[in-house]
């Protein structure tokens, strides 16, 4: 297992543990897998020509990640059957603008290889991250890590220890 220190901006690090490169994979497979459902469903329930269905499952295949990712908070519905979630390095939640990132370099390392170049990455970085994690400063945790964190534990810390609490 590998973890990773996060700093709140409180000042706090948070040590989470990094998503393995087998829960992505997963994560990436159930999610291909819902979409190519809902493209069969979608092309059996309307009578619209087929050129608009292909269409409309380029635009979800293309955009599915990004807009899942900005509305569920760092996850696709993969991620969530799987308990991980993309965070930012820096502590905070992920900017738009992070998301995109990951989401423009997903056609290369993931897409245009066919995850091969993801897989490479996220098993040889520190990290665990793809092209995309690295360029977004972002990274893939694990939601129900073994760890737990009590109010002793952060009382008894170096970072509140070194504060007068009132």
């Known amino acids: 297992m590998s973890y990773i220190n996060i700093t709140t901006s409180h000042n706090i690090p948070i040590r989470h543990e990094l998503a393995p490169t087998m829960s992505r994979v997963i994560a990436a497979l159930i999610d291909y897998t819902l979409l190519f459902i809902l493209v069969i469903i979608l092309s059996f329930t309307s009578f619209i020509s ?8 380029l635009f979800i295949f293309g955009f599915y990640h990004l807009i899942c ?9 993969g991620k969530k059957l799987l308990k991980i979630k993309v965070v930012s390095l820096n502590g905070r939640i992920p900017t738009t603008k992070e998301y995109f990132l990951r989401w423009v370099f997903r056609m290369i390392d993931i897409t245009g290889t066919s995850g091969i170049f993801a897989i490479l990455f996220i098993s040889s970085t520190d990290k665990n991250q793809r092209i995309g994690d690295l360029l977004a400063q972002t990274t893939v945790i694990k939601l129900n890590s073994s760890h737990s964190y009590h109010l002793s534990n952060l009382v008894n810390s170096k970072v509140l220890n070194n504060r007068k609490i009132s």
């Open 69 to 77: 990712e900005i509305v569920f908070d760092g996850q696709s519905l």
């Open 50 to 57: 087929p050129n608009f269905y292909i269409y409309l499952a």
